[in-house]
């Protein structure tokens, strides 16, 4: 068939670790003889790590952040994004980041209401973030957020 763009939907989630590693590896041996393109869902952000060079960070179908995988990792914005890399375990004893808890539930992902949809659950969350969706803005080259306090802060 010879694609240029793969979808690769959660390929590697319920796998043991080093069944994990070797389809990576191969996804990404392909990608260099082939010259391949791929979108790469999932929840684990070890694996988005290793595997992207950029990255899209989704909340209740909405896209709320993209930058390049450094970028995102190093200096993450938008909250969801703070809270989601916060958990990731650090190997160090000197170096540990503390913890941001995302309060609340997930709102229902149908028919949601015409604001931030982050909003229930951010700590930051003002008036402004209840009048409407923040659109996603460009706040650096190639990073982009969804957030009226991130674009406020930028302009
Ligand atoms: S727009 Fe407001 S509620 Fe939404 S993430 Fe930003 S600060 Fe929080």
Redesign the pocket.
């Known amino acids: 068939m010879k694609p240029k763009f793969i979808v690769c939907d959660e390929p590697v989630s319920a796998l043991d670790v080093s069944i994990q590693a070797q389809i990576l590896n191969m996804l990404r041996s392909l990608q260099n003889e082939l010259g391949l393109t791929y979108i790469f869902i999932t929840h684990d952000l070890s694996v988005v790590n290793y595997i992207s060079d950029d990255i899209a960070v989704m909340y209740l179908g909405r896209l709320?952040e993209k930058a390049p995988t450094e970028v995102l990792f190093r200096s993450p914005l938008?909250?969801?994004t703070k809270a989601l890399l916060s958990a990731l375990p650090v190997p160090s004893l000197h170096n540990r980041q503390k913890r941001i808890l995302i309060k609340g539930e997930l709102s229902s992902p149908i028919d949601p209401k015409p604001v931030?949809?982050?909003?229930a659950r951010?700590?930051?969350?003002?008036e402004?973030?209840l009048r409407g969706e923040?659109p996603l803005v460009e706040v650096a080259p190639n990073h982009f957020v969804?957030?009226?306090?991130?674009a406020g802060k930028e302009a």
């Open positions: 709320i938008h909250p969801y931030c949809r982050f909003a951010c700590d930051h969350c003002t402004e973030c923040p969804s957030c009226f306090r991130v």
